[in-house]
C-alpha cells in the first residue's frame, strides 16, 4: 500500500513539474528583434564617428566629395577607371580586388551612403584551383570589422550587416558578385519618410484625379440622357404629326432616328462633316447619318 501511494506521488510531482515547464516556456517566448528596433538601439548608443571609408564624411557636399577624392587620388590611395569611377583596391589570399565607390546624396546633396562594388578582380601568383572570390570577400569583411556581425531583422537582401551607432554596413551578395554599403541611418530614414511623403501626395492627387474625372463623366452621361430624352420627345411629337393614325410607322420611324442618333453619337463632334449635317438636317438622324457616310466614301475615292 505504501508503494502504491509513493508511486502515484511521484506520478503528481512529474505532472506539476512538466506543467510548469510548459507554462514557463509560454510565458518566457524567445523574441527576435527587427532590424529597425537594433538600428533604434545603435543610434541610442552611440559611439561612433560620421568618418567612413578612407576619410570621407557623411555630410559631405559633393564639392567636398569631389576634392577629396583628387586629394586620394593624389596620393595614390585611390585611382579612377577610364569611365570616372574611382575605386580603392583590398587583397585577400588568392586576389586584389578592385571596389568602385558610389557615393549616394540626400534631398539636400549630402553625403549619406558609400557603397563598395568590385569592378576589377586580379588574380595572385599561386592562385588555389578552388579558390572562391565571395568566400575570401566576406572572409575579409568579417575579419575588417572585428564582431560578430547581424542576420536578423529586414535589411535589404543583407547577408550580413553591422551596426556603430547611427551607421549601417551592409555586406550583400548577388549573382556572383557582392558590395558593401555604409550609411548613415538617420539620414537615410529622412530620405524614406521623404520619399512616401511625395508617394503619398502623388497618391492623393491621382485619387482625386479620379474621382474628378468619374464625377465629370458621370455629369456628361446624365447630361447626354437629359439631351436624349428631349430629343425623343421631339421625335414623337413629330411622328405624332406626320401619321397621326399609324403607330407602327410612329414606332418604326423613331426607333430608326434613335439608332442613327447613337451613331452621331460616336463621330467627334470637332468633325466637319457632322456640324454641317446636323446643321442641314438638325432633327432627322436618319439622314445625318446617310450624308455623312456617303461624304466619307466619296471623299475615300477622291484620294
Known sequence: MKK??????????ISCSDKNKSENQIKTPIIEKTAIELENESIKKGGYSDTTLVDFVFGMTKDQVNN??????SKNIIGELKNGVVYYAIETKNFKIGLGLEFL?????????VTEYPVMIEKKKGLKKNANILQEAELNYLNAFGKKPL???????????W????????????????FLATSKISAERKIIAFNEEIERKKQEEERIKQEEEILQKEKLANLQIQEEERIITKLKAKAKRDWPDDYSVQEYWINEQIEAYHYMLTIPDNDRIKKKAQRD????????????????EAKERLR
Open 68 to 73: 577629396h577624392c583628387k586629394k586620394l587620388k
Open 151 to 161: 542576420t536578423n531583422g529586414t535589411q535589404d537582401n543583407a547577408k550580413y550587416y
Open 163 to 178: 551596426l556603430e551607432g547611427d551607421v549601417r554596413i551592409d555586406y550583400v551578395e548577388k549573382e556572383n558578385s557582392f
Open 281 to 296: 438636317w438638325p432633327l432627322d438622324f436618319t439622314t445625318q447619318q446617310f450624308w455623312y457616310k456617303e461624304q466619307l
Open 4 to 13: 502504491l501511494l509513493l508511486g502515484a506521488l511521484l506520478l503528481i510531482i
Open 105 to 113: 546624396y540626400d534631398n539636400e546633396d549630402k553625403l549619406f551612403r
